[in-house]
T-cell receptor, first 112, second 115 residues
Framework: GENVEQHPSTLSVQEGDSAVIKCTYS??????FPWYKQELGKRPQLIID?????GEKKDQRIAVTLNKTAKHFSLHITETQPEDSAVYFC???????????FGGGTRLMVKP | EPEVTQTPSHQVTQMGQEVILRCVPI?????FYWYRQILGQKVEFLVS????????KSEIFDDQFSVERPDGSNFTLKIRSTKLEDSAMYFC?????????????FGSGTQLSVL
């Protein structure tokens, strides 16, 4: 089955700096890669997603890049704000089914 | 904006007891899921459900677990005889037709504590 690794597990940045979170996946047939933000005690919220036929997608301060050859994808947050502080999960959907496999999460802390 | 709703938000039960977690997926969605998250860990897939039957399940989803869509709106997860290690946040999720919209929407979760 699909295996998703995520790094780093914690990330601390100053407000206004950029943050990058990286994930690798194992199933070369995976075709959908969403990113979720989870605030403490709350549900995971989809913030951006990308399909395998696209290399990059941007939504305001958030962007995701995908390298299919290397089987990794990254989340980029620019001009970070304290409200960006949360746990971020990457996920991948393998070709074998419709379930998502999640990475281990990154706790992002944005210091004012 | 439509949301996946889950009840109860918290459930405390004794080991060996049966629990039923309830979910109301978004109304026009066709794929339904249960995931769980042990405190501080990743979100883990349990089961997916489509067209009134299980389409996929993980190793976690053993004979103690079952799912049901008893009517047109509810989607339930039953744990027959709870164990201490079943303590976790259980998230229901739903999705539209996969060929049109792949976005998965999560409910607010049920925190299950098995004592």
């Amino acid at each position: 089955g699909e295996n998703v690794e995520q790094h780093p597990s914690t990330l601390s940045v100053q407000e206004g700096d950029s943050a990058v979170i990286k994930c690798t996946y194992s199933d070369s047939a995976s075709n959908y890669f969403p990113w979720y933000k989870q605030e403490l005690g709350k549900r995971p919220q989809l913030i951006i997603d990308i399909r395998s036929n696209v290399g990059e997608k941007k939504d305001q301060r958030i962007a995701v890049t995908l390298n299919k050859t290397a089987k990794h994808f990254s989340l980029h947050i620019t001009e970070t704000q304290p409200e960006d502080s949360a746990v971020y999960f990457c996920a991948a959907r393998g070709n074998a089914g419709n379930m998502l496999t999640f990475g281990g999460g990154t706790r992002l802390m944005v210091k004012p | 904006e439509p949301e996946v709703t889950q009840t109860p938000s918290h459930q405390v039960t004794q080991m060996g007891q049966e629990v039923i977690l309830r979910c109301v997926p978004i109304s026009n969605h066709l794929y339904f899921y249960w995931y769980r998250q042990i405190l501080g860990q990743k979100v883990e897939f349990l089961v997916s459900f489509y067209n009134n039957e299980i389409s996929e399940k993980s190793e976690i989803f053993d004979d103690q677990f079952s799912v049901e869509r008893p009517d047109g709106s509810n989607f339930t997860l039953k744990i027959r005889s709870t164990k201490l290690e079943d303590s976790a946040m259980y998230f229901c999720a739903s999705r539209e037709n996969w060929w049109q919209n792949e976005k998965l929407f999560f409910g607010s979760g049920t925190q299950l504590s098995v004592l």
